[in-house]
């Protein structure tokens, strides 16, 4: 109903009930035990909308590009298998995001938050090193 802004983070189960999606007992039996679709795409477009969904695309892309550019143009070693284990990372988060919503765990976040810097970090270090 609010495809632009979304229903707000943490209304997902709330709105599944409200509209009657998933009339049968297993599916409302689903809903009461899970809070979230199990993807971080479908949630970000559900509760934040095309704006949340974009965004989370950005979190993703950004630093992937930043590794993948890394990965191409620089000879050394070191650089490269660094750049390569930050665009793991990434290749990562984005696949699991299809069956859970790895963003959205405060854990999970921070790990993919820390090592993106870490890399990121490692990178500017050994590029002013070579």
């Known amino acids: 109903s609010k495809p632009i802004f979304g229903s707000g983070p943490g209304n997902f189960r709330s709105r599944m ?5 998933g009339t049968s007992d297993k599916f409302n039996h689903d809903i009461q035990i899970h809070k979230n679709p199990h993807s971080l795409y479908f949630k ?3 509760e934040r909308g095309v704006f949340g969904l974009v965004s989370t695309f950005l979190m993703l892309v950004l630093p992937g590009v930043l590794f993948l550019s890394h ?12 750049a390569l284990s ?3 990372i990434v290749i ?9 919503g790895s963003l959205h765990k405060t854990e999970l976040s921070i790990f993919y938050i820390f090592f993106s810097a870490l890399f990121f970090g490692l990178l500017l270090s050994e590029k002013s090193n070579a």
């Open 17 to 21: 009930q409200e509209i009657g999606l």
């Open 44 to 46: 970000a477009l559900a």
């Open 71 to 82: 990965m191409g143009r620089m000879q050394s070693t070191n650089i490269r298998a660094i």
């Open 86 to 88: 930050g665009l793991l």
């Open 92 to 100: 990562i988060f984005s696949l699991g995001g299809l069956t859970i």
